[in-house]
């Protein structure tokens, strides 16, 4: 214990030293979610203001879009409305056949054909539109908001809880007697590397989910972003998220015969390509996977983080949490036990 102690301390103080890894832990997940937040927050923030729109003087629809509170609603003749769209004073018209004519395509305009199809709709099913009840809502939802912005911010984390990989590169890269004069020494001494691997792991981890710390105070608190309602499942799958990513980090670190600037460059494309197929680029790309290849998403772990803290937060849904823990805890185990089995069986010609 104590030796494993010794190396934790001479570890983490090399590790908190590398300038690299510091900004690749900590400084660039804060520019990414700044620029997240910054090109996302004209979306998250609108607000439906009311939509003015023309209408024929005898046009029978006039009273139902007068019961609908963003609606505003104008009488007019056609020739006038066609003046009135030029001059963008109203958003559409819609004459004595339900015809919607507008200027332009836009949020507004796709609100009002929604409304008049289901209007059309009532009439097909010969439903009297005299006695139907506008106010009443005939749907209970029981589930929390379906935020596609959130679910980015979700997809975020989760890619930075796997940037332990960069710890753990590095973390190799020390016991490697051909990348670092430590690992010369460790090569060339009775110390075991088990010892060493482990005290590594604690230091990667410890500084991964500092790094994860920080992001998420900086999310709550300068954001203003409140993504966590169950801390405990969340926290399980962050910290699974960090083991994971340590371990990938040490398999390629101790797989791969390239310099260290090479494995992390390595280490980047993956992290980055498995979050593009979560949906932190995009939630369409996430979406149409999840149609065409719904195994992915389920073998994926960044999804597996992401797809779970939306359930478990946003839907208060932790049912399938366990199988997901379940995946992450399995794929940690074999990258320990295969990166220690590449550096066990490195030997080195001379040192």
């Known amino acids: 214990m104590k030796k494993i102690s010794r190396n934790i301390f001479y570890q983490g103080r090399n590790l908190f030293g590398d300038k690299t890894l510091i900004f690749w832990s900590i400084i660039y997940p804060l520019i990414m979610a700044i620029f997240f937040y910054t090109a996302f927050s004209g979306i998250m923030n609108m607000e439906l203001e ?5 209408i024929s ?44 004519l507008v200027k332009k395509s836009g949020i507004n305009q796709s609100i009002i054909k929604e409304i008049l199809d289901q209007i059309k709709q009532m009439e ?5 539109m005299d006695r139907f009840d506008y106010s009443a809502n005939y749907i209970q939802n029981k589930n929390q908001r379906a935020d596609t912005i959130i679910i980015i911010f979700y997809s975020l984390i989760a890619m930075v809880s796997t940037y332990g990989i960069f710890s753990g590169i590095e973390t190799v890269s020390l016991m490697q007697a051909n990348l670092s004069n430590v690992g010369k020494r460790l090569n060339a001494t009775p110390l075991k590397k088990k010892d060493f691997l482990l005290a590594g792991i ?29 801390m405990l499942y969340s926290g399980i ?3 699974l998220g960090n083991l994971f990513g340590v371990g990938l980090g040490i398999l390629i670190g101790a797989s791969s015969k390239k310099s260290a600037n090479a494995k992390t460059i390595l280490g980047i494309l993956i992290t980055l390509v498995l979050s593009f197929l979560s949906g932190m680029m995009s939630t369409d790309i996430k979406i149409m ?22 359930k478990i937060n946003l839907l208060a849904n932790t049912k399938n949490a366990m199988g997901g823990i379940t995946i992450l805890g399995i794929y940690c185990l074999i990258l320990i036990f295969l990166s220690y089995g590449f550096l066990r069986g490195k030997t080195y010609d001379s040192i």
């Open 202 to 230: 604690a230091v990667a981890l410890f500084i991964n989910m500092l790094s994860n710390a920080i992001l998420l105070i900086f999310i709550k608190y300068v954001l203003k972003l409140n993504l966590f309602t169950e």
């Open 50 to 54: 009311s939509i003015a729109i023309g």
């Open 57 to 100: 003087k005898d046009n029978p629809i006039r009273y139902i879009l007068e019961e609908i509170e963003i609606v505003d609603v104008y009488s007019m003749k056609d020739v006038e409305a066609k003046e009135k769209l030029e001059d963008e004073e109203i958003v559409g018209f819609i004459d004595g056949d339900l015809n919607l």
């Open 289 to 310: 996977l999840d149609k065409k290849v719904p195994l992915l998403g389920k073998v994926n772990p960044i999804s597996i983080i992401t797809n779970n803290l939306y």
């Open 124 to 128: 097909k099913l010969n439903v009297a």
């Open 237 to 239: 799958f962050i910290i």
